[in-house]
């Protein structure tokens, strides 16, 4: 099958930002944890996959550029970004420590719609590292590509992006028997926390 440059330019644009996306990171960490209880799967998703595409067209349309130029914006939000990873952590921390708080049933009601769409914001537009991958490096390597060539990179990126947080947030209800145990909630929440709190480490010292 022959593909077209168009083509190799989306493609191209969907294995790197699929390359940038799939990691360890909190906001995956996030969505993961809401597949996983079935709750307000669909809105988290939606907004990680609208943020990441409103970013990557940020990137896109030259902004990459002026935020590079401007450090103290970006200390701004590290900070910031820091402070919100290590309180997620204790409060991770907490979940672990507390067996009362594991049972899958009364982890589905025990977080409303809106405390899920704010910490859903935070985790992603309180994290420098979104920036760095969506804004400034999706956005250099889509501007190499030519006034035409980088909307279709961008595309493809953004492609990337909605397909990984869809098989993420559903895929993860597949688990769902794993973590009907209380066991695999304590072990799930020291590895959220321990993370969220080496984040916000890395943060600060980076």
Excluded: K
């Amino acid at each position: 099958m022959h593909l077209t440059p168009a083509l190799l330019t989306a493609a191209a644009g969907f294995g790197t930002g699929l390359s940038l996306i799939v990691a360890i990171g909190a906001q995956n960490a996030f969505v993961l944890r809401q597949g996983i209880v079935r709750r307000h799967v669909l809105p988290v998703v939606v907004l990680c996959a609208v943020s990441d595409v409103a970013l990557i067209a940020v990137g896109i349309s030259g902004i990459g550029a002026v935020l590079a130029h401007a450090p103290a914006a970006i200390t701004v939000i590290r900070w910031a970004g820091a402070a919100f990873l290590v309180s997620y952590a204790v409060l991770a921390a907490r979940r672990a420590l507390r067996p009362g708080t594991l049972d899958a049933a009364m982890e589905v009601g025990s977080a409303t719609l809106a405390t899920s769409i704010l910490t859903c914001l935070a985790l992603t537009w309180l994290n420098p590292h979104v920036y760095l991958d969506t804004v400034l490096m999706l956005g250099s390597v889509a501007n190499n590509q030519g006034d035409s060539g980088r909307w279709l990179f961008g595309l493809g990126a953004a492609t990337a992006s909605i397909t990984w947080f869809l098989a993420l947030g559903y895929g993860a209800q597949f688990l769902h028997r794993v973590f009907a145990r209380p066991n695999a909630w304590r072990v799930l929440d020291a590895g959220i926390a321990a993370l969220m709190l080496a984040l916000g480490i890395t943060l600060v010292t980076s």
